[in-house]
């Protein structure tokens, strides 16, 4: 369940995700390819708020079978061209990519007002865990020790699936 921390930004219950296609079962690449049974062409992912509330979806529930310009949560790489605000938008970090990137992100409605929220919620925590560390240790505030320790902390999955938010929390980390 790697995307739950690249995609879904919160965690989906490791017992009842919603099933996303990275290249959508509808399409004559899947069809020809029979990537609707292939594990490689699949992501574990919450339900985008479909249930909640219906008008608000956000990750596949918003995406549907749009295909995406740029992102592909199931590569790694995917984490490297985003970041976070501070009201916990999603930015884009590649310029070369941007338009595209942005399309994504709005074809996921990313920056649906409920996950900035929650994001900025994590950032402000974390910042706070930065500044207590910093403070409480002050000469011996080790800033790589601490970097390293915390990532290892939540690089962890934790009953097979991260912490919510998890790569925002690695992005301010990473910033350190």
């Known amino acids: 369940m790697q995307n ?11 017992l009842y995700p919603t ?9 004559k690449e899947s069809k020809d390819n029979n990537l609707d049974t292939d594990y490689k062409n699949m992501l574990a992912t919450c339900h985008g708020n479909d249930k909640k509330d219906p008008d608000n979806k956000h990750c596949d529930s918003s995406r549907g079978s749009a295909p995406f310009k740029y992102l592909n949560p199931l ?8 970041g976070y605000s501070p009201d916990g938008s999603i930015i884009c ?4 990519n941007k338009s595209d990137i942005e399309d994504d992100i709005d074809l996921l409605n990313l920056n649906f007002q409920t996950l900035k ?3 900025k919620s994590v950032i402000i925590g974390i910042k706070k865990v930065i500044q207590f560390k910093r ?3 002050k000469s011996k505030w080790n800033k790589e020790k601490f970097k390293k320790d915390e990532l290892a902390k939540y690089t962890t999955l934790s009953n097979g699936v991260y912490k919510p938010f998890v790569q925002v929390i690695i992005y301010e980390l990473e910033k350190l």
């Open 4 to 14: 739950l921390k690249i995609h879904g930004l919160t965690s989906a219950s490791p």
């Open 117 to 119: 929220d929650n994001r």
């Open 93 to 96: 970090m590649d310029e070369t």
């Open 135 to 137: 403070n409480k240790l």
């Open 75 to 82: 590569d790694k790489s995917c984490e490297q061209v985003l």
């Open 19 to 27: 099933i996303e296609h990275y290249i959508a079962q509808t399409t």
